[in-house]
Nanobody, 123 residues
Framework: VQLQASGGGLVQVGASRNLSCIIH????????IGWLRQAPGKAREFVAS????????EYSDSVKGRFTVSRDNAKNTVYLQMNSLLPGDTAIYYC?????????????????WGQGTLVTVSS
């Protein structure tokens, strides 16, 4: 299983950014996918998760209402649309495969992680 996140960069406060995660996995459509992040000097934290069919999503309180997770199973790709970005959103963003078909905020349940993509929000 290989996951590859992209789309990071330097953005201004209040701007938007869309991250993509391509998953090289024949079983992609069976699993939920999560987005997690790690800010400098901090532990990894859950950001968002989407179920196998995209009908169920879950967000951390810190991004709810600003971020939207979606997926295109035909393209083996999951997206994270980030709006109204804040300095506190600065982090390396990772996509990871959930342990089952649904969503989860339990970080230890994500066993397959991709390389992250850095998002820096400048004020």
């Amino acid at each position: 299983v290989q996951l590859q996140a992209s789309g990071g960069g330097l953005v201004q406060v209040g701007a938007s950014r869309n991250l993509s995660c391509i998953i090289h996995d024949q079983s992609f459509s069976i699993y939920g996918i999560g987005w997690l992040r790690q800010a400098p000097g901090k532990a990894r934290e859950f950001v968002a998760s989407i179920s196998r069919n995209g009908r169920t999503t879950e967000y951390s309180d810190s991004v709810k209402g600003r971020f939207t997770v979606s997926r295109d199973n035909a393209k083996n790709t999951v997206y994270l649309q980030m709006n109204s970005l804040l300095p506190g959103d600065t982090a390396i963003y990772y996509c990871a495969r959930a342990p089952g078909t649904g969503t989860t905020s339990y970080i230890q349940g994500y066993l397959h992680w991709g390389q992250g993509t850095l998002v820096t929000v400048s004020s």
